[in-house]
């Protein structure tokens, strides 16, 4: 029997022990933190709410750049140490050895914070005591991703400052000028190119706005609604199942920006309807992975990676989000094609959800959700920058909180006097949401910490150029190779570090390759932000498949492959990005400013082209079209995808034509077996 066509059971339960263990790789990708409870908790959940209105301050009024990141250094070092143990036999308590690492991470950014001017103007020839606290707050930074993500990430820190120091030791095109602890210190801490550089300046003005608005928006139960929403909509037909994981996951994903914690929502309530269509354990768990990676290339916020886009080409988040839209809106249409072949290839069972409420009922008592999908973009068509965007959308969502009563974040009782003032406020949703918008950013903005390091050092040294030149010595000159040796070294890279991470190694050591052989910078960019998001379905870091497989009771490996083959399709449209100046209209010319002289016709073409591929390479994976493929019509349907895939008016004919070949002959086969019947 398939892998997909099980026979449909009763609605399996899900019991406690698969929740606990994909909350485990929810953990893996935002950190294993403690939960603390009396004065203890008060006081941790106090200072995070302080940091969360800090960064709302700081999103409104002006604070300087020396100011601005190192605070935000010290209060996610400070939280990091207080709920992120040194081993997982010290969870749920805070030691000694934590209070001295919090503390000392704030001497050492007061240290830095008082010092002026003065201390940003002597990076050159640092005197001792500012190499003592440079070299503490960079193993304070180390400690604190050990404990936030595990030993890799600080493992390739250290990787990077060795090649600094020993560049002299090293063969060939990587040798280099060594550099001495004083020199690494004086650039790594004491100027913003290095730990106070481009990614915690995106962590402390962006992201963390984001953690705060998705945090909100999951307080006040939009998740929830989505999730209805795509129940209620989708419902009572042979692709409902299928069909309700895709709408539900972009619906969830774009407010998100997390895979995992996306596949982990989404499939706690959505798995026992999968059974019941006739999904296997293995098959499931890979829709609702394919789901969830959905949100990290999703608008309106996608990864933590897409701001840092925006900060490295130095455009516009706006631009970011639109260079996004019809990437997304493939990848969804790939996911769609493949819930479809799905249910006509394995006799998919029609799924009635009556608990749920009609469509109407939810649409008119929680309409003002959908705000959460527009109201940053609108913002920034109204000419908002991205960080006083994402102020206004959390002051907005705050406000429609009110709207309906089960999602207000302060309790009625409160205004009308019927509870007591101070546990109305710091027992509400507000205080709480408040507090998970700052321990949600703490693993991402620990990251970004170090790997200010990694990007200090590839400037310091040239790292970026050189090992530019090797892909291109190695590639020969050809783009196609260039683009396939970056995807794989961006793909490896991210096999052991979470996306943000090797977006950024890649973006600085890796990038540089396909700029120079004549692809745009923002296309290049993408072409490494979409390869990173594959670290989410490649083992052994495949947390999404593994968090999905922990709730189906699927095998891990096997729900990695069935994850692959539901977005393989559409992660071969990044090299259109790539391969032709015509690729680039995928991503709408890059620009809000050159839309408006945009050639469409070239646009429409090629993702018209894109969906095409898309299609075929759909058909030829799964084994299925108008019906069942052959051994070489699925050979021609892969050959037609990757044809299309290449942005060349020749290879989208050959592409075409081997489509239609196919449809022509299954669509033959399939009357002349009507005229039989």
Not at 213 to 229: E, H, M, N, P, R
Not at 317 to 342: G, R
Not at 370 to 393: H, T
Request: one cysteine or more.
């Amino acid at each position: 029997m398939s892998e997909i066509a099980k026979p449909v059971a009763d609605e399996p339960e899900i019991d406690a022990e698969a929740l606990k263990k994909a909350e485990e790789y929810v953990e893996a990708e935002e950190g294993a933190a403690n939960k603390l409870r009396g004065p203890l908790g008060v006081f941790v959940s106090a200072v995070a709410v302080v940091m969360s209105v800090f960064h709302l301050y700081s999103a409104y009024a002006i604070v300087p750049a020396q100011v601005m990141r190192p605070v935000h250094v010290a209060f996610v070092l400070f939280l990091v140490f207080l709920l992120f143990p040194v081993a997982k036999r010290y969870r749920h308590r805070i030691m000694w050895w934590d209070w001295i690492a919090a503390l000392a991470a704030v001497a050492v950014i007061a240290y830095t914070l008082q010092g002026g001017d003065d201390i940003w103007d002597r990076n050159t020839l640092p005197d001792g005591w500012d190499v003592v606290v440079g070299v503490a707050l960079s193993l304070l930074i180390l400690e604190g991703m050990r404990r936030a993500s595990g030993w890799i990430m600080p493992a390739v820190v250290i990787a990077f400052v060795l090649y600094a120091m020993f560049g002299e030791q090293l063969p060939g095109s990587w040798a280099h000028r060594s550099y001495g602890v004083g020199r690494l210190v004086g650039h790594l801490y004491m100027t913003l190119e290095g730990i106070f550089g481009v990614a915690v300046d995106v962590s402390s003005s962006l992201i963390i706005l984001f953690t705060i608005f998705g945090a909100f928006l999951q307080f006040s139960g939009a998740g929830k609604f989505f999730i209805d929403f795509s129940f209620s909509a989708m419902g009572g037909k042979s692709t409902s199942a299928g069909r309700t994981v895709v709408l539900a996951s972009f619906l969830l994903g774009g407010p998100s920006g997390s895979g995992v914690a996306t596949t982990v929502t989404l499939g706690s309530v959505a798995y026992p309807m999968l059974v019941k269509a006739g999904y296997g354990k293995n098959a499931a768990g890979g829709l609702l992975a394919a789901g969830g990676l959905g949100a990290i290339i999703s608008p309106p916020v996608l990864g933590a990676a897409a701001f840092l886009i925006a900060e490295f080409l130095k455009i516009s988040y706006l631009d970011v989000l639109l260079m996004a839209t019809i990437p997304t809106l493939l990848y969804y249409f790939a996911l769609f094609l493949m819930v479809e072949i799905d249910a006509r290839k394995f006799g998919m069972h029609a799924v009635v959800f009556e608990q749920v409420e009609s469509l109407w009922s939810l649409t008119r008592k929680y309409w003002f959700h959908f705000l959460s999908l527009v109201s940053i973009v609108v913002f920034m068509l109204l000419g908002y920058s991205p960080v006083m965007s994402v102020f206004w959308a959390t002051v907005a969502s705050f406000a429609t909180s009110f709207l309906h009563r089960d999602c207000a974040l302060f309790s009625y009782d409160l205004f009308r006097g019927r509870q007591p003032l101070m546990k109305g406020i710091f027992g509400s949703k507000f205080f709480r949401a408040l507090e998970a918008g700052s321990t949600g950013v703490l693993s991402v903005a620990v990251t970004c910490a170090g790997a200010g390091i990694i990007v200090g050092v590839v400037t310091l040294t040239g790292l970026g150029l050189k090992f530019s030149a090797i892909i291109i010595e190695y590639a020969a000159g050809s783009l196609l190779l260039t683009a396939i040796y970056t995807s794989l070294i961006v793909w490896i890279v991210g096999l052991a570090v979470p996306v943000t991470a090797s977006y950024i190694i890649c973006a600085v050591i890796a990038a540089p390759a396909l700029i120079k052989l004549g692809v745009p910078d923002f296309a290049a960019h993408m072409f490494i932000f979409y390869y990173a998001v594959l670290s989410e379905v490649s083992p052994p870091t495949a947390l999404s498949p593994f968090a999905a497989a922990a709730i189906t009771g699927g095998d891990p490996y096997r729900t990695t492959l069935q994850s692959w083959k539901y977005t393989m399709p559409a992660f071969l449209v990044p090299f259109m990005f790539v391969l032709d100046s015509s690729g680039v209209g995928l991503l709408l010319t890059g620009s809000i400013k050159t839309l408006g002289n945009a050639d469409w016709g070239s646009i429409a073409l090629v993702t018209v082209t894109a969906a095409i591929g898309i299609g075929a390479l759909a058909g030829g994976v799964q084994g299925w079209l108008l019906g069942r493929a052959n051994l070489v019509e699925r050979a021609m349907l892969i050959t037609a995808g990757l044809a299309l895939v290449y942005p060349k008016a020749l290879f989208d004919v050959i592409g075409i034509v081997l489509t239609a070949v196919v449809l022509l002959l299954q669509f033959l086969r399939r009357d002349r077996a009507t005229v039989k019947a």
